[in-house]
């Protein structure tokens, strides 16, 4: 599985961003889907997952600001994030889960000012 992630720039607060992970490779072999973020000199956090059954889960910081969802035809994961604030800049990377291993995206930066 191939993922390569585009949509990343600079945006003012209170904006909106949609991020694209264009996904290449075996998708039936993916049980989850999802999207993390890195801010500067933090760890990476997961922010959003989608199942295979389309169900959604979100973390409590991004949790009605931030939506997940997967053009199937087009293979293409997309992270639509409104009501940004300072505190979301950071590197996004897209995650794609399988049994055997968790594939990951090269990161695109977004960031946000106030």
């Known amino acids: 599985v191939q993922l390569v992630e585009s949509g990343g720039g600079s945006v003012q607060a209170g904006g909106s961003l949609t991020l694209s992970c264009a996904m290449s490779?075996?998708?039936?072999?993916?049980?989850?889907f999802g999207w993390s973020r890195q801010p500067p000199s933090r760890p990476r956090d997961h922010i959003a997952y989608?199942?295979?059954?389309?169900?959604?889960m979100y973390d409590d910081s991004v949790k009605g600001r931030f939506t997940i969802s997967r053009d199937k035809a087009k293979n293409i994961l997309y992270l639509h994030m409104t009501s940004l604030q300072s505190t979301d800049t950071a590197t996004y990377f897209c995650?794609?889960?399988?049994?055997?291993?968790?594939?990951w995206g090269q990161g695109t930066q977004v960031t946000v000012s106030s």
């Open positions: 989608l199942g295979k059954n389309d169900g959604t």
């Open positions: 490779g075996d998708m039936d072999t993916v049980d989850t």
């Open positions: 995650a794609a889960d399988t049994k055997a291993q968790t594939f």
